[in-house]
């Protein structure tokens, strides 16, 4: 714990719903101290606990202090936590999912490697079917433009243009496949 941690920790607001609460009993006799944590629904029965689990000597001890007990007491220490790129290799490492990389100092990716360069080649594909299919939605309305005029315009279905999107589009198509 920091130091406003601890200025900040009340025990007593902590314990108060608690059944059991932690008491840090001291006793005393002769000028000895003894001081355990008891457990106890209140402080007069931690009281009586202490007195009756004391190694000193019962019939002249003394409990002179009674406190609840801190996380200090409690043998708690302070753990920082960890960062969210500590927690994402932690968890890349738990659950075995390969190579960590850092493409952006505020962006960690995280995942199969095969599956991360299977998506990959499928964006890729997608990408290269779109203009695939662009290019023959501009040919089929090309098409449909001239299929009114067959007197006026010649016929596309054979032409130049009609022979290299057909070819451009097979090669997308087979590149994608």
Same mark, same amino acid.
């Given at each position: 714990?920091?130091?406003?941690?601890?200025?900040?920790?009340?025990?007593?607001?902590?314990?108060?719903?608690?059944?059991?609460?932690?008491?840090?009993?001291?006793?005393?006799?002769?000028?000895?101290?003894?001081?355990?944590?008891?457990?106890?629904?209140?402080?007069?029965? &931690? !009281?009586?606990? +202490? =007195?009756?689990?004391?190694?000193?000597?019962?019939? *002249? /001890?003394? $409990?002179?202090?009674?406190?609840?007990?801190?996380?200090?007491?409690?043998?708690?220490?302070?753990?920082?936590?960890?960062?969210?790129?500590?927690?994402?290799?932690?968890?890349?490492?738990?659950?075995?999912?390969?190579?960590?990389?850092?493409?952006?100092?505020?962006?960690?990716?995280?995942?199969?490697?095969?599956?991360? &360069? !299977?998506?990959? +080649? =499928?964006?890729?594909?997608?990408?290269?079917?779109? *203009? /695939?299919? $662009?290019?023959?939605?501009?040919?089929?309305?090309?098409?449909?433009?001239?299929?009114?005029?067959?007197?006026?315009?010649?016929?596309?279905?054979?032409?130049?243009?009609?022979?290299?999107?057909?070819?451009?589009?097979?090669?997308?198509?087979?590149?994608?496949?």
């Amino acid at each position: 714990m920091t130091a406003l941690d601890k200025a900040q920790f009340d025990a007593a607001l902590y314990w108060a719903d608690k059944p059991i609460k932690k008491f840090v009993c001291t006793v005393r006799e002769a000028g000895r101290f003894e001081t355990r944590i008891y457990g106890a629904t209140c402080s007069d029965r &931690a !009281a009586e606990l +202490a =007195l009756e689990n004391t190694e000193l000597n019962r019939d *002249s /001890a003394v $409990v002179v202090e009674m406190r609840l007990a801190t996380p200090e007491d409690l043998g708690c220490v302070p753990a920082l936590m960890p960062s969210v790129k500590e927690k994402m290799l932690a968890f890349a490492a738990h659950h075995q999912l390969g190579e960590v990389r850092l493409d952006n100092p505020a962006q960690l990716l995280i995942g199969n490697l095969p599956a991360i &360069a !299977a998506v990959n +080649a =499928l964006k890729e594909q997608h990408g290269r079917l779109c *203009s /695939a299919l $662009v290019d023959c939605l501009a040919v089929m309305n090309e098409c449909e433009k001239h299929q009114n005029f067959p007197k006026t315009f010649a016929n596309p279905v054979g032409g130049l243009g009609w022979d290299a999107t057909i070819a451009a589009a097979r090669l997308l198509l087979k590149g994608g496949v």
